[in-house]
């Protein structure tokens, strides 16, 4: 899923206020979220992405999560909606969705790759 898309979705399915601004800004908090906490463990070779100022020029990026795990981004996209509009019902029950969308991710990328070996010591 590109950036694109991910904000065409959230838009398409949940009308809001907010500019591709503020979505960039939080699909990049999510993107480091995901480098950090799953991606960076594991021993595939990536160079870290950079998730700061992204802007209209970024929008056919490929996000890092792929299908079929890359709904996530529609569910965090619409759970900030949800909380930035003070919908906090929604917005527990969005983010309870993705919550559960991003465990089901880690644990895929878990049962699938190599963790990382340079921090494992030898007794």
């Known amino acids: 899923m590109t950036i694109h898309q991910a904000i065409e ?7 809001n206020p907010y500019g591709n601004r503020e979505k960039l800004l939080w699909l990049s ?3 480091a979220k ?3 906490e799953i991606i960076s463990r594991y021993e595939k070779k990536r160079k870290k992405p950079v998730f700061d100022g992204w802007g209209d020029r970024d929008m056919g990026k490929t996000l890092l999560a ?8 529609v ?3 619409t759970a900030q909606v949800d909380f930035h509009n003070g919908e906090m019902n ?4 969005a983010a309870a969705r ?3 969308a991003f465990a089901e991710f ?4 878990n049962r699938t790759h190599m963790p990382k070996t340079d921090n494992i010591q030898n007794y």
Not at 9 to 15: I, W
Not at 66 to 73: I, K, N, Q, S, V
Not at 90 to 93: A, D, F, G
Not at 106 to 109: E, L, V
């Open 9 to 15: 979705q959230c838009d398409m399915l949940q009308g």
């Open 29 to 31: 908090t999510l993107e």
């Open 34 to 36: 995901i480098w950090e």
């Open 66 to 73: 792929e299908p079929p795990f890359d709904e996530l981004y």
């Open 75 to 77: 569910l965090y996209l």
């Open 90 to 93: 929604r917005y527990n029950n």
């Open 98 to 100: 993705f919550n559960q």
């Open 106 to 109: 880690a644990r895929h990328y």
